[in-house]
């Protein structure tokens, strides 16, 4: 039997508070954010997240996800970068390498297929993910706590890459 999730990211701001959300049922799900980053960083976390939260699993996962950028981070661009010494096809480095090495990592052995789906369609899983990503991109907001739900039964929560932003989106100075 094929595990179906979804995963989605989350910014208020992009940069700004953040946050990443996988969801499969209302038994298990997970969410987790940060004070400041992107929404490319919570969508590549959210899958992240996912794969190392399903690593212990024998069956193929699906992953349903509305960001182009992280399907095709996974599924084309990856092995072309890694070959270039994680370059872009101009010659500049790639943007939130550190998750994108963390992803090949992830997806070593597994057999996972991506399925991209219109992001705020009413898409059940979809909008289950959604929902949790961007309550943990409020709370940050906020400053509250995060609902960072029950996780993958059985499995250890890990601790997501702290994001680094590009110079461009830095914070501005303060003085």
């Known amino acids: 039997m094929t595990i179906v999730a979804s995963a989605d990211g989350s910014a208020l701001g992009n940069p700004g508070p953040a946050g990443w959300a996988w969801y499969v049922d209302d038994e298990r799900w997970a969410a987790g954010g940060w004070p400041r980053a992107t929404n490319n960083i919570g969508e590549l976390t959210a899958v992240l997240e996912l794969l190392r939260a399903t690593e212990g699993e024998s069956e193929p996962l699906h992953i349903?996800?509305?960001s182009q950028y992280a399907i095709k981070a996974c599924t084309e661009w990856l092995a072309g970068w890694k070959r270039k010494g994680w370059r872009?096809?101009?010659?500049?480095p790639v943007l939130n390498v550190e998750i994108i090495k963390q992803l090949d990592e992830a997806l070593q052995g597994r057999v996972v297929t991506f399925e991209w789906v219109k992001g705020h369609a009413n898409h059940p899983m979809n909008e289950a993910a959604d929902t949790r990503a961007r309550a943990?991109?409020?709370?940050?907001?906020?400053?509250t706590a995060v609902p960072s739900g029950p996780g993958w039964p059985g499995a250890a929560a890990s601790t997501p890459v702290e994001p680094v932003l590009a110079e461009d989106t830095a914070p501005p100075a303060l003085f």
Do not use: F, P, V
């Open 136 to 143: 943990a991109s409020t709370a940050y907001q906020n400053r």
């Open 88 to 92: 872009k096809a101009d010659g500049k």
């Open 64 to 66: 349903l996800c509305d």
